[in-house]
């Protein structure tokens, strides 16, 4: 079956600490990777997708396929980054395809 | 200008009631998708449109749901003879492509409550 992983519900860290969030996933074939973040009272937004290998606001997701894993890393955190984060497969299907998102983490940032 | 609109932003209904969920995606964009997020999870994926051909509907969890676009713009989704099961965020988003993995947009979701 094919399945997305994020295994800390919650992650709490420091202002300046560095944050790394899980997801490991279970597909078939090669899917294209995202994340996701949600920011209190605001919409689902994207944050990044591993195709452009860009970094948006400092973080950066390495995709390890030999692992299956899309681990989002940020070496400083920032209170700003306070969300929640989710990490989404996209599965292609013919013409088209969906997003099956992980079920999400919390990040806390403290001062 | 806008985003991606639902409404309305809140519905309670009692169990048993029929409800509709309206979304208007950006102008142009041709694909939209429904979820449904329940608390604590991310979104499941109900169902998928390409312009007006509902091409994916594996995701709605029973008969009692019902989605369409009829003219390839705004799309409703609806829920027959509500359940508690059902409350839930139904989340809506748009793509401009076709293949709808270009970013998506999400609108801000409607929250029902089955009473």
């Known amino acids: 079956a094919q399945r997305v992983t994020q295994p800390e519900k919650l992650l709490s860290v420091f202002k300046g600490a560095p944050v790394e969030l899980k997801c490991n996933y279970s597909y078939s074939g090669s899917p294209e990777l995202f994340w996701y973040v949600q920011y209190s009272r605001q919409r689902l937004q994207l944050l990044l997708r591993?195709?452009s290998r860009e970094s948006i606001k400092g973080f950066t997701a390495d995709l390890n396929k030999g692992e299956t894993s899309f681990h989002l890393k940020k070496p400083f955190a920032q209170e700003e980054d306070s969300a929640m984060y989710y990490c989404a497969p996209w599965k292609r299907s013919d013409s088209w395809g969906k997003f099956q998102f992980g079920a999400g983490t919390q990040v806390v940032v403290t001062p | 200008g806008a985003g991606v609109s639902q409404s309305p932003r809140y519905k309670v209904a009692k169990r048993g009631q029929d409800v509709a969920l309206r979304c208007d995606p950006i102008?142009?964009?041709?694909?939209l998708f429904w979820y449904q997020q329940a608390l604590g999870q991310g979104p499941e994926f109900l169902t998928y449109f390409q312009n007006e051909a509902q091409l994916d509907k594996s995701g709605l969890p029973s008969d009692r749901f019902f989605a369409e676009r009829p003219e390839g713009s705004v799309s409703t989704l609806k829920i027959q003879r509500t359940q508690q099961e059902d409350s839930a965020v139904y989340l809506c988003a748009s793509s401009r492509s076709a293949q709808g993995y270009n970013e998506q947009f999400f609108g801000p979701g409607t929250r029902l409550t089955v009473l």
């Open positions: 102008s142009g964009h041709v694909s």
């Open positions: 591993h195709i």
